[in-house]
């Protein structure tokens, strides 16, 4: 085996998080995802619950297994989820900031409404007990009080007008009768392929970073399409 996608389960409000891991089964690792780190250092590994979903025997099917399991349990969209990423190699392109944003007020609200139950309240005072007497290093607290422009971080927030961004690049999709499109940005052949081919983001994406043929899951086995999609040169 080479590796393994996973779901980590939070067992207070129910939240989940879907991800992939080499070698073999680690009942220590939850997963690294920004929003899942947050909620385990927020209550702890204790209140969380990690098991296999898939197994895979390369890297390629590995990639290839997460991006399914993410797809088929909408795990990007729903606000019952901490994933913000598609999977596959490196995670591929994560949401867009405004995407981000809906993503966490969603979370947001339902977080809100859990602690708004008896077991949410329980959860809050819990929270509020193992804190009391907490203190923070030098460091933590001159980062925490470094807002704005005095801020290490201020003024790198990352865009796409640099033209050697993948998102202003040209983009090319080849279908299996030979049909090529060519787009001006890769923006216009992710929506074109959404639109006609009914693939997503995410798919489309694996196959320009990994240059492997498009393929389908049928009962969990792999069906090769052939579609190919690659970057132009300016």
């Known amino acids: 085996m080479?590796?393994?996608?996973?779901?980590?389960?939070?067992?207070?409000?129910?939240m989940a998080y879907v991800g992939k891991h080499k070698g073999e089964f680690d009942p220590?690792?939850?997963?690294?995802?920004?929003?899942?780190?947050?909620?385990?250092n927020k209550h702890g590994r204790e209140s969380f619950y990690i098991q296999i979903l898939d197994t895979a025997d390369t890297e390629a099917d590995l990639n290839e297994l997460e991006i399914f399991w993410i797809d088929s349990l909408c795990c990007v969209e729903d606000a019952r989820y901490y994933n913000i990423m598609p999977g596959g190699h490196g995670g591929l392109v994560p949401l867009t900031e405004e995407g981000l944003a809906t993503k966490r007020l969603r979370i947001s609200e339902r977080v809100n409404n859990f602690y708004a139950t008896p077991r949410g309240e329980a959860e809050r005072e819990r929270l509020r007990i193992s804190k009391t007497g907490m203190k923070y290093s030098k460091e933590v607290n001159k980062k925490k009080g470094s807002p704005g422009?005095?801020?290490n971080n201020y003024g790198n927030k990352r865009g796409y007008k640099d033209d050697n961004h993948p998102k202003n690049k040209r983009m090319q999709i080849v279908l299996p009768n030979g049909e090529e499109h060519i787009f001006s940005c890769a923006k216009f052949g992710i929506k074109w392929a959404k639109e006609n081919l009914d693939m997503g983001r995410g798919t489309l994406l694996n196959i320009i970073y990994t240059q492997q043929p498009y393929f389908t899951w049928i009962n969990k086995k792999k069906h090769l399409i052939g579609l190919t999609a690659t970057y132009l040169e300016s």
């Open 2 to 14: 080479f590796g393994y996608v996973y779901i980590t389960t939070n067992l207070i409000n129910g």
């Open 149 to 151: 422009k005095a801020h």
């Open 28 to 40: 220590t690792y939850y997963g690294s995802g920004k929003l899942l780190r947050r909620a385990l």
